[in-house]
């Protein structure tokens, strides 16, 4: 451990920016291979395929890399979002 790399993408659909996304997506990169995963509504990390599709051009939406600052930005922001929606 400890030489795990992770990189965040904004998920860019249709009317979307990587300030306003409709998701987050993470990459963490380890000795064992790449865990891709995305946020989901109750904050909570789960295994998805988004960034894999969008590698192979099969996603509908774009993903743009982010920085982690970036990353923590938006999930407060979505923590506030879907907070309010209950």
Do not use: C
């Not at 990459?27 to 865990?35: K, L, Q, V, Y």
């Not at 995305?38 to 590698?55: H, K, Y």
């Not at 192979?56 to 982010?66: F, K, M, N, T």
């Amino acid at each position: 451990m400890g030489d795990e790399e992770i990189k965040y993408y904004a998920i860019v659909g249709y009317g979307r920016t990587v300030q306003n996304p409709s998701g987050i997506a993470r990459r963490t990169t380890s000795a064992d291979g790449p865990i891709d995963e995305a946020l989901r509504r109750d904050l909570t990390w789960q295994r998805d395929s988004a960034i894999i599709e969008w590698e192979y051009g099969d996603a509908g939406a774009g993903l743009v890399e982010i920085s982690e600052a970036e990353a923590e930005g938006l999930i407060e922001q979505f923590r506030e979002k879907w907070g309010q929606e209950g």
